[in-house]
């Protein structure tokens, strides 16, 4: 059987493949980079960095684009794929990710973080910035990861159950209103049918897992599998005997924590406690 032929030699990647669109369509306008900031209204840096493929931007730059080279909706289809690109995350998480996506259910437990699928763009860039990530890369995984949060916004999507140590809710962002506005996001977000939020307090004592932040995925073929992770890697487990061991773990935790109830008021009475912006 020959070769199969490619018709425009453009990268087959999604992002790079949104990104290349993007500099084909101003460089057959004539147009640089400056002017067509001035005539869009979006900041050049913004457009650069879509060109490049370090930051996809927003659904509606990407409409204003699609009006200005009269490709209505082409773009935007381009953009939507690229979002669901897997290959904007590190490595080591890709496969994750692709069962993440087909996942019908999540459960998580988190020692002191909230899951990404419910933090906020400013909860992800101070914690991406203290792993290490600058510039680029870190706007990349910053978008990535909220990227993600669509997983539960959609039509469809999974049921999903986060239990999370006291602790989270004691390590405050630096920033006293990005720290309120995540707090505010897991109030909101735990009133969504479909998602449910747990806090296990410090009073519960101690638990199998003090050490292990992880989340469960239940997949249309009726397996399990867990992903258990720290600041330095992780781990997807699919063999059924330790997913097993595990699931008895986070059912102990499940019965130590709080009533999705009294979560709810636990998290509004830390936000309570968080300092309030002076007025101006």
């Given at each position: 059987?020959?070769?199969?032929?490619?018709?425009?030699?453009?990268?087959?990647?999604?992002?790079?493949?949104?990104?290349?669109?993007?500099?084909?369509?101003?460089?057959?306008?004539?147009?640089?980079?400056?002017?067509?900031?001035?005539r869009l209204g979006w900041d050049s840096s913004t457009l650069g960095k879509m060109e490049?493929?370090?930051?996809?931007?927003?659904?509606?730059?990407?409409?204003?684009?699609?009006?200005?080279?009269?490709?209505?909706?082409?773009?935007?289809?381009?953009?939507?794929?690229?979002?669901?690109?897997?290959?904007?995350?590190?490595?080591q998480y890709r496969r994750y990710m692709d069962l993440e996506a087909e996942a019908l259910?999540?459960?998580?437990?988190?020692?002191?973080?909230?899951?990404?699928?419910?933090?906020?763009?400013?909860?992800?860039?101070?914690?991406?910035?203290?792993?290490?990530?600058?510039?680029?890369?870190?706007?990349?995984?910053?978008?990535?990861?909220?990227?993600?949060?669509?997983?539960?916004?959609?039509?469809?999507?999974?049921?999903?159950?986060?239990?999370?140590?006291?602790?989270?809710?004691?390590?405050?962002?630096?920033?006293?209103?990005?720290?309120?506005?995540?707090?505010?996001?897991?109030?909101?977000?735990?009133?969504?049918?479909?998602?449910?939020?747990?806090?296990?307090?410090?009073?519960?004592?101690?638990?199998?897992?003090?050490?292990?932040?992880?989340?469960?995925?239940?997949?249309?073929?009726?397996?399990?599998?867990?992903?258990?992770?720290?600041?330095?890697?992780?781990?997807?487990?699919?063999?059924?005997?330790?997913?097993?061991?595990?699931?008895?773990?986070?059912?102990?935790?499940?019965?130590?924590?709080?009533?999705?109830?009294?979560?709810?008021?636990?998290?509004?009475?830390?936000?309570?406690?968080?300092?309030?912006?002076?007025?101006?």
């Amino acid at each position: 059987m020959p070769a199969r032929r490619v018709v425009t030699g453009r990268s087959q990647q999604p992002r790079k493949r949104f990104a290349e669109e993007l500099r084909l369509l101003r460089n057959g306008r004539g147009e640089s980079l400056r002017e067509l900031s001035e005539r869009l209204g979006w900041d050049s840096s913004t457009l650069g960095k879509m060109e490049s493929g370090t930051n996809l931007g927003s659904p509606e730059v990407v409409e204003a684009l699609d009006t200005h080279y009269g490709t209505p909706g082409l773009l935007l289809a381009l953009w939507e794929v690229a979002m669901g690109d897997n290959s904007q995350f590190k490595e080591q998480y890709r496969r994750y990710m692709d069962l993440e996506a087909e996942a019908l259910s999540l459960w998580h437990y988190g020692v002191s973080a909230p899951p990404g699928l419910l933090q906020t763009p400013a909860y992800a860039r101070e914690a991406l910035t203290a792993g290490g990530l600058l510039g680029d890369e870190l706007d990349q995984q910053v978008e990535a990861r909220m990227g993600r949060r669509k997983l539960l916004e959609e039509k469809g999507a999974p049921k999903f159950r986060a239990i999370f140590s006291e602790a989270v809710l004691r390590t405050r962002l630096r920033d006293a209103q990005a720290w309120r506005d995540q707090l505010e996001h897991l109030v909101a977000v735990s009133e969504r049918p479909g998602i449910t939020l747990h806090v296990l307090p410090f009073s519960a004592g101690p638990h199998p897992l003090m050490n292990t932040s992880m989340m469960f995925l239940r997949l249309p073929d009726a397996r399990t599998v867990a992903y258990t992770e720290n600041d330095v890697r992780g781990e997807l487990i699919e063999e059924i005997g330790s997913v097993e061991e595990l699931q008895h773990a986070y059912d102990s935790v499940r019965d130590l924590a709080l009533s999705p109830a009294e979560s709810q008021k636990f998290i509004t009475r830390m936000l309570e406690e968080v300092p309030c912006e002076p007025s101006t």
